[in-house]
């Protein structure tokens, strides 16, 4: 399947500016399965320092912290959200994201654009990535 362009995107030194401000991110998708790109993406970036907060239907922890079924149930502050859903369910993220007010930056990863919900993410006021790899780009700094 094609991706479509993202139209609504940041670019190289704003990815730079998230990552200097970013401490929590909510990843949507964290898969337990080693060998997922959910599961690598949030190890590495565990590993770098920041605070991971898987979003699962299943499971109690993965990579050593407590699992939430949805956005709203986070009981603390998250500055991302990494996701790893398809496209159509970018729509729905975003409006969780608005609900919850603290979300600074919307990443959708690679191969994942929703402009749509990408327009509305930015028009709330969250920095917007679509189509890119946190690690890839945290990698390349």
Not at 93 to 112: M, N
Not at 117 to 135: I, R, T
Request: with cysteine; hydrophobic share 45%.
């Amino acid at each position: 399947m094609e991706c479509e362009f993202p139209s609504v995107n940041s670019n190289h030194q704003e990815v730079i500016d998230i990552f200097s401000k970013v401490k929590t991110i909510a990843v949507l998708g964290l898969s337990p399965d080693a060998t997922k790109d959910s599961h690598r993406v949030a190890a590495y970036l565990q590993a770098h320092g920041y605070k991971i907060v898987p979003v699962y239907p299943k499971e109690e922890t993965i990579l050593g912290e407590k699992v939430y079924r949805s956005l709203a149930e986070i009981p603390f502050p998250v500055d991302m959200v990494d996701i790893f859903r398809k496209p159509d369910a970018l729509d729905a993220v975003a409006d969780a994201c608005i609900a919850r007010g603290d979300v600074k930056v919307f990443w959708a990863q690679k191969g994942i654009v929703n402009n749509a919900a990408a327009q509305k993410a930015k028009d709330a006021g969250m920095q917007v990535v679509q189509n890119m790899c946190s690690m890839v780009e945290h990698r390349s700094l």
